[in-house]
């Protein structure tokens, strides 16, 4: 399936801000001259026995990986780090301690009948939400024939999609979730580990209860990057025996695989000037990474610094040289999401401007023959044909494979692993964190259709609606009308009433923003979305605010929550732009619903048959 994302990338494949032919020092070059003055500069760095680094996004392509080792066999002293905007370091990271096995895991939605979620917006952005909005929703289909449904807990501060659509929608504080996971431990498994009495651990104790009716049919999923608040959530699953039914750590999800630590210690050294040369490729650090880390700095410190973005975006506009990449409906390429699954990408079009694969970038410097296509055929044949065994030939698999846009294998057989985590440091960890809330707290967030940012020129994406706020084009604070009203802000939201603009602090770092009164977000916190305030996107992606800035750093990972935001007086008016206005009804009902239980006795309930009165003779 796809999203609004993938949909609208087709736009971006037209977008004229792409760059038009390679630069230097933002002059256009020639590829050839580009490859020259790049090569003698690695091989002089490598000769010295000086740091190469690759930085990219997580890489799910078998033969771009071999291409890496090609390189860095070549240059020796390579360094690769995978770097993620929105980052699940968090949940490998908890992985490892507790399992020793450094992987996102898939998970199966489908599989549960009871989900508890704490601040997880997995139908719209969390790991895999296509995959999981189809899984979910097998559950919560009721018919005649089908009368039974997954039960759905959302443990939540920001109103989100997910949280919208659960049974039982519970609003906590960021500062909260740690507790209430540790409460929820308890409860399940019998411990008694150090945490506090929450407002609403009744609702924790009715979970707990129903998790423990469905031991190994149950799934408990958490959208922080907190390692010690994952490790808990580990502890929770593992207790409950969903290991091997509703969670496979054994066939990995590997489209998430950056490392934070990693990110941070290469711009630690960048900044001491022990890189001699930076190659990245579907990254933007310097627009997504909070600038406390100075990977801006580090890039001047660093004699060599490629990029293969497609526009001289705020990172590329930065590097020695900008080598554009071809948009993906314009290339060849492979993908392995998870163990087991091999797909093709055949380009649709002709690439429209003078651009090259990053691959074949780091082919030519390798020293390697021929053009990625070729690459990636015989990549395939040496690597991926041995594991089949149904065709002889290969020209045969291969020219098969690209009719059905792949191959599948057999998985390795999901088991339960035995669970080697410390829930009793973790939770150590998590209490003394959460004891420095503030009078605010803020928790960052992907909006539906710009997520994190990467395709904030299009203005199919910023013209779609926030499925929650129906609010296009921008960013904004989400608070509580009630304290809205309470700190003089204006509430009533129409095209032609301008919402109040506020100074936020968070970290140090202050950002203005209009104030947008959200039913459902909790008191005493706001939401912020990433993925906007660009300043090099293009006309139109430079708008809204970097909420990027405000990310910090919790237990070695990146953080997307604080609990110690500062709210100013109102500095200004703005106007937003929303497809609904108007939320008044009329007296009718907002919702027609009915309970599980009422609708397994009537399948009318809820929807009863309306009679309308009408005059004699009509």
């Known amino acids: 399936g796809t999203n609004s994302r993938v949909q609208a990338s087709v736009l971006s494949l037209y977008d004229n801000e792409r760059a038009n032919g390679p630069k230097e020092k933002g002059a256009p070059t020639t590829w050839e001259e580009a490859d020259k003055k790049i090569m003698a500069q690695l091989d002089s760095i490598a000769a010295a026995g000086g740091t190469i680094a690759l930085l990219s996004s997580s890489i799910i392509s078998p033969s771009t990986q071999q291409i890496i080792t090609d390189f860095s066999a070549k240059y020796k002293n390579v360094k690769h780090v995978t770097y993620d905007a929105v980052s699940y370091s968090g949940i490998i990271e908890a992985n490892k301690q507790s399992f020793a096995k450094a992987v996102v895991p898939v998970y199966k939605f489908e599989n549960a009948k009871v989900i508890v979620s704490f601040a997880c917006d997995f139908l719209t952005n969390w790991v895999s939400p296509i995959e999981t909005a189809r899984q979910y929703t097998k559950n919560r289909k009721v018919s005649d024939e089908n009368k039974t449904m997954s039960k759905h807990y959302q443990f939540e501060s920001n109103l989100s999609l997910t949280g919208s659509n659960a049974d039982e929608r519970i609003g906590i504080k960021p500062s909260q979730m740690g507790a209430a996971l540790i409460s929820l431990y308890n409860k399940v498994s019998g411990s008694s ?312 602090t968070v970290n140090g770092v202050t950002l203005k923003a209009p104030v947008f009164p959200q039913p459902g977000q909790v008191y005493g916190t706001i939401g912020l979305a990433l993925g906007y305030g660009r300043t090099k996107a293009g006309k139109c992606g430079n708008i809204g605010s970097n909420a990027y800035s405000f990310v910090g750093n919790t237990n070695g990972t990146l953080s997307y929550t604080s609990f110690d935001a500062k709210i100013g007086a109102s500095v200004d008016k703005y106007s937003l732009a929303s497809t609904q206005t108007h939320h008044t009804l009329m007296g009718r009902n907002m919702v027609k619903e009915a309970s599980l239980s009422e609708y397994i006795k009537d399948s009318k309930a809820g929807n009863e048959r309306e009679m309308f009165k009408v005059k004699e003779g009509h």
């Open 193 to 504: 580990l150090s945490t506090k009495q929450l407002e609403f651990d009744a609702h924790i104790t009715a979970a707990a209860k129903e998790l423990v009716a469905a031991k190994g049919k149950s799934l408990v999923v958490c959208g922080s990057n907190d390692p010690a608040i994952q490790v808990i959530v580990n502890a929770i699953n593992h207790s409950l025996g969903n290991y091997g039914a509703t969670i496979d750590i054994d066939n990995a999800n590997r489209t998430h695989q950056g490392n934070d630590a990693d990110v941070m210690s290469l711009a630690a050294d960048m900044k001491a000037g022990k890189i001699g040369a930076l190659l990245m490729y579907n990254v933007n650090p310097v627009y997504s990474l909070p600038a406390s880390l100075g990977f801006e700095e580090g890039m001047k410190k660093t004699a060599l610094t490629v990029s293969f973005n497609d526009r001289e975006d705020e990172t590329g506009s930065l590097a020695t040289f900008l080598l554009p990449d071809h948009h993906y409906l314009e290339s060849w390429g492979d993908a392995m999401p998870r163990n087991g699954v091999y797909s093709l990408i055949q380009p649709t079009i002709f690439p429209i401007f003078n651009t090259r694969s990053a691959q074949e970038s780091l082919m030519k410097w390798t020293g390697i023959a021929g053009d990625y296509q070729a690459y990636v055929k015989t990549n395939w044949e040496k690597n991926i044909f041995p594991m089949q065994t149904s065709e002889v030939l290969f020209e045969n698999n291969w020219m098969k494979s690209l009719h059905d846009g792949g191959i599948e294998f057999s998985l390795t057989p999901a088991v339960a692993p035995t669970f080697a985590g410390d829930a009793a440091a973790a939770a150590a960890l998590i209490m003394q964190s959460a004891s420095k809330a503030g009078s605010f707290e803020i928790t960052l967030y992907e909006k539906t259709p710009i997520g994190n940012g990467n395709q904030a020129n299009n203005p199919w994406l910023q013209e779609v609606p926030d499925p929650v706020s129906k609010v296009v084009w921008d960013n904004y604070i989400t608070m509580s009308p009630k304290q809205m009203k309470e700190l003089g802000f204006e509430t009533f939201q129409e095209q032609r009433a301008m919402a109040d603009v506020v100074e936020v």
